[in-house]
């Protein structure tokens, strides 16, 4: 399933439905996230092919899930909604709410099953549910996912981790899965910790991906964010960001490049983004920094 088709179905039942997409994004193949604000619509997924990872972030009270013994209430914000690739529902939306929904392809999630958990990826079913709660989830969409900016180069790297943290969490929790994690000891080792460096001093203005430092590592992408932590004392996304910073520290120090041109080339999308994150890691703005 490539990335065109990954949301294809709950994607557009919503947006037909009235339902109004604030934000989206692809993340890789196989799996990308929206942000939607619905009121007074109706919904109906016959079978979407695509996993549906659901969270209330505002309002949700009202929300009807209807079925053949009648009608289920009990949203709110934070409740959860996994509707799995081959389900049916029909939801009945009478108040404003705002949600988020991860959708990713059933080969995506056999995918991290093999590589995570070691296990026949025929094995991998998940339940269907709705209105739960789930207190990780929650914490992780309001504090990692919502702020990022999907669609920033720059902010690539963290938005493939969250997601890669649901679909660990979705395995662990919600499939036939076993619901520990395997250990993970150590570091990586040197000569890939330092292939690994080599790369994102290379390319760290492009829009990397966990998976593509995984794969570069040859370790699962739960694997190696362990491992590269152990490493380096901190996240892969944490660890590239701040690369980005001391790159632009260099270009605002060494050149009279504009500040719009010294975002492009440090990986950031926007002037804004790039002043927003220098100021947070900095203390003061590019502009200012240019000025010591």
């Not at 079925?67 to 404003?96: E, F, M, Q, T, V």
């Not at 998940?126 to 709660?133: A, C, G, I, M, W």
């Not at 694997?223 to 960001?241: G, I, W």
């Amino acid at each position: 399933m490539n990335n065109a088709e990954i949301n294809q179905d709950v994607f557009n039942v919503l947006r037909n439905g009235g339902a109004t997409a604030l934000r989206s994004a692809n993340i890789s193949d196989g799996l990308s996230v929206a942000q939607w604000f619905n009121q007074y619509g109706e919904a109906e997924y016959d079978q979407p092919g695509h996993h549906t990872f659901s969270i209330y972030l505002n309002g949700g009270e009202a929300v009807e899930r209807v079925d053949a013994h009648g009608a289920h209430i009990g949203g709110a914000p934070g409740k959860i909604c996994l509707l799995p690739d081959d389900h049916r529902s029909r939801w009945r939306i009478p108040k404003k709410l705002e949600m988020f929904h991860l959708y990713f392809s059933p080969e995506k999630l056999k995918s991290v099953a093999l590589k995570v958990f070691d296990r026949d990826p025929r094995q991998v079913g998940l339940r269907d549910l709705s209105f739960e709660t789930d207190r990780y989830a929650e914490e992780i969409v309001k504090h990692v996912v919502l702020p990022l900016n999907w669609n920033d180069r720059a902010d690539k790297l963290a938005l493939s981790a969250a997601a890669d943290l649901y679909l660990i969490h979705i395995l662990k929790n919600y499939s036939e899965l076993p619901n520990q994690l395997p250990a993970v000891k150590g570091g990586l080792p040197p000569y890939i910790a330092a292939k690994v460096k080599d790369y994102l001093n290379i390319y760290f203005a492009d829009a990397i991906t966990i998976d593509d430092l995984a794969t570069l590592a040859g370790y699962s992408s739960f694997h190696f964010a362990h491992m590269f932590k152990e490493s380096f004392a901190e996240p892969p996304h944490r660890y590239l960001n701040n690369l980005r910073i001391e790159k632009a520290k260099e270009i605002l120090k060494d050149t009279q490049l504009p500040l719009a041109e010294v975002a492009l080339a440090c990986g950031y999308s926007s002037q804004a983004h790039f002043t927003s994150r220098f100021k947070q890691a900095v203390g003061v703005t590019p502009r200012r920094f240019r000025l010591f």
